[in-house]
């Protein structure tokens, strides 16, 4: 399977602690991607990361990418109520645009 | 950020009957729409990829006769759900590159559409 999977599957802290989510997939990729989900919504892009890069910033958010274990990491700094989410990753298939997803992680940030 | 429209978000349904789902990209063409169905809990499960002008790409194991997929213009795709049953309820989403080429690799999706079948 090309599908990521995210661990863990639950994840509950408390406002201004860090969040770290953790990715793992099986096959060669070209880019992997984090999105982040309200319940009962679609999913939002946060990063791409490609596979010649080891680490990108934005915001709050820092990803990092080691190819060679095939696993990728998503920290969220001072994590605040609002990002209370399920969080993905997701790599990319042959196709421009076909994405695979894993199951996510629930983040629960409490205030 | 390109926007992409997805409607109706609920719908509610008898067994048997067929649900019409649209996804609109509002301000951008987008030649390649992407079907994804998730379960609760579970990750988003890629349907099927929809051309424009052409016929749509299945994944394996994705009734193309259960479900319909129409990309008549390069802003509007819609899947159609026919002679749907209880276990067709899930929530079904759409996206879209924004580049219609491709060349953006981030994916926008519309808010999804929670389907129940009675």
């Not at chain 1, 999977?5 to 408390?14: K, N, T, V, W």
């Not at chain 1, 998503?74 to 790599?91: H, K």
């Not at chain 2, 409607?7 to 030649?31: M, N, Y």
């Amino acid at each position: 399977s090309q599908q990521g999977e995210e661990d863990p599957q639950a994840l509950s802290i408390q406002e201004g602690e860090n969040a770290t989510m953790n990715c793992s997939y099986k096959t060669s990729i070209n880019n992997l991607q984090w999105y982040r989900q309200n319940s009962g919504r679609g999913l939002v892009h946060l990063i791409l990361i490609r596979s010649n890069e080891r680490e990108k910033h934005s915001g709050r958010l820092r990803v990092t990418l080691d190819t060679s274990k095939k696993s990728s990491s998503l920290l969220i700094t001072a994590s605040r109520a609002a990002d209370t989410a399920s969080y993905f990753c997701a790599t990319r298939g042959s196709t421009l645009g076909r994405l695979y997803f894993g199951r996510g992680t629930q983040l629960t940030v409490w205030p | 950020g390109a926007v992409v429209s997805q409607h109706p978000s609920r719908v509610i349904c008898k067994s048997g009957t067929s649900v019409k789902i649209e996804c609109r990209s509002l301000d951008f063409q987008a030649t390649t729409m992407f079907w994804y169905r998730q379960f609760p809990k579970k990750s988003l499960m890629l349907m099927a990829t929809s051309n424009e002008g052409s016929k749509a790409t299945y994944e394996q194991g994705v009734e193309k006769d259960k479900f319909l997929i129409n990309h008549a213009s390069l802003t509007l795709s819609t899947l159609t759900v026919t002679s749907a049953h209880p276990e067709d309820s899930s929530f079904y989403i759409c996206s879209a590159n924004s580049d219609g080429r491709g060349a953006n690799e981030k994916l926008f999706f519309g808010s999804g559409t929670q389907l129940s079948v009675l």
